[in-house]
């Protein structure tokens, strides 16, 4: 009876851990994202498996092997109650602990690394989806396996095992570089093709090309290239670079958060207090020095009846892909922002009257010839050609604080939106007056 109890007991355990993970969301993305998610996963783990059954392992590398993770958990546990942003690809510093295990101690551990605090974090922090941690723990296992393949193979054709000194010391730290850069591409490469399958209006440029997101991984790198040197001279030398590493973690994270604080989540524009902070100081700047300003606000023609026709989902990506097309054709202005709505704004810096009408015209020229094809829901399929109307004001004696030209730009946006719509209407430098003439009709589009 005991025997039978406990085979009970057993396959309630099993039955529970199937329903769990038959709840995972991974089974509702799309067909070939939960495929690719699997498919990939189950690649690491059994190479991870057959990497550990044929590698000969001893006693030294166990030990060296077992401080860098306890470095590593210890560094979890000391910034779990840090929140961590949502919606970006995650930069923990845990590549830095590695980057060391790949260059110091066999692919096997490198291979098997991520497992540990992949498990570890499930237990402890408990945040976002359990799949999408698991899946970033095989690309991890993936990227550094393959980072510490190439370094032993380097290394035992080209250079000893301990970096040395001089023209030696500099060699062995450029590969360690090398071998961090390659792990960064094929784990940032897995990841977004996952990102891309999940969701195809994923922008790359968003989530690792953009400045922070560069500045990070680099910092990182170098960070991951030290430990790494330390750690091959001497393993008890990296408890120094724990505090480091923790720390720097803390300042990343916040960072991201005030990063994160200052967009429009829906798309990617500065939301609508921090454009109005960041366009205080630049107003502030060009009267001080005397120099051309201009504003220009941005509506979508007819939207309502879109939100009305086809509902809140298409909404949201006619919003999305309309802020990816001012973006793109502004991609030296820093100032674009969502006041809102259908509404975006744009401050033009050492910008005067006629420059911003003509880059407002390119603008509305390109969006009203810009088909929006939708991709999901009950309106896949369907496209969409929309266009915008834009009212632009330009800094003048009459106008001496922002909250002025705002409303001077909003005033020009009213009056191309009576006037038929799609059109680019420029306020005048007089007060209160509307620029009709025939210069300005020649922009319009009829």
């Not at 709840?23 to 070939?32: E, F, K, T």
Request: charged share 20%; proline share 3%; aromatic share 8%.
């Amino acid at each position: 009876m005991a025997a039978l109890r406990r085979d009970d007991g057993m396959g309630g355990s099993t039955r529970q851990v199937l329903r769990t993970v038959g709840g995972w969301h991974v089974w509702d993305l799309p067909r070939s994202a939960c495929a690719y998610i699997v498919g990939v996963t189950c690649a690491a783990a059994f190479l991870a498996i057959l990497a550990a059954a044929r590698s000969p392992w001893h006693l030294h590398e166990i030990v060296v092997f077992v401080a860098l993770l306890g470095c590593g958990l210890l560094a979890i546990e000391s910034t779990r109650n840090v929140k961590e942003v949502h919606g970006t690809i995650g930069r923990d510093l845990q590549t830095v602990w590695y980057l060391a295990v790949a260059v110091t101690l066999p692919p096997a551990c490198a291979l098997l690394a991520p497992v540990p605090f992949t498990a570890y974090k499930l237990w402890r922090v408990r945040r976002g989806f359990v799949y999408r941690r698991i899946f970033s723990n095989a690309t991890i296992s993936l990227a550094y396996g393959a980072a510490s393949l190439l370094f032993h193979e380097v290394r035992r054709t080209a250079f000893e095992s301990v970096p040395g000194s001089g023209t030696r010391a500099l060699i062995w730290t450029l590969v360690v570089v090398g071998c961090g850069a390659l792990a960064w591409v094929i784990n940032n490469g897995l990841l977004l093709t996952a990102i891309k399958l999940a969701d195809h209006e994923a922008r790359f440029r968003d989530l690792v090309g953009n400045r922070e997101a560069i500045t990070a991984d680099l910092l990182e790198l170098s960070l991951a290239s030290s430990l790494a040197l330390v750690v091959a001279i001497s393993p008890f030398l990296m408890a120094l670079a724990l505090p480091s590493v923790v720390l720097y973690r803390n300042y990343l994270i916040n960072s991201q958060l005030a990063a994160q604080a200052r967009i429009d989540a829906k798309t990617g524009l500065l939301n609508a207090g921090t454009w109005r902070h960041e366009a205080e100081i630049e107003f502030l700047r060009a009267l001080r020095a005397r120099t051309p300003l201009a504003l220009a606000m941005v509506n979508i023609d007819h939207f309502d009846d879109v939100n009305e026709m086809a509902g809140q989902p298409v909404r949201d990506q006619i919003i999305r892909d309309i802020a990816g097309i001012i973006k793109d054709q502004l991609p030296g202005c820093d100032l674009i922002g969502r006041f809102g709505g259908e509404d975006f704004v744009i401050l033009f810096p050492q910008t005067g009257r006629d420059e911003a009408r003509k880059i407002t015209e390119r603008l509305r020229d390109h969006i009203a010839g810009e088909p929006i094809a939708i991709e999901s829901g009950t309106q896949a399929g369907f496209v969409f050609r929309l266009t915008v109307s834009i009212g632009v004001a330009v800094l003048n004696e009459s106008r001496r604080a922002l909250k002025e030209l705002i409303g001077a730009a909003d005033t020009a946006l009213e009056q191309a939106k009576s006037t038929g719509w799609n059109k680019v209407y420029v306020s005048s430098d007089a007060a209160g007056e509307a620029d009709f003439g025939e210069e300005d009709q020649q922009y319009w589009a009829g």
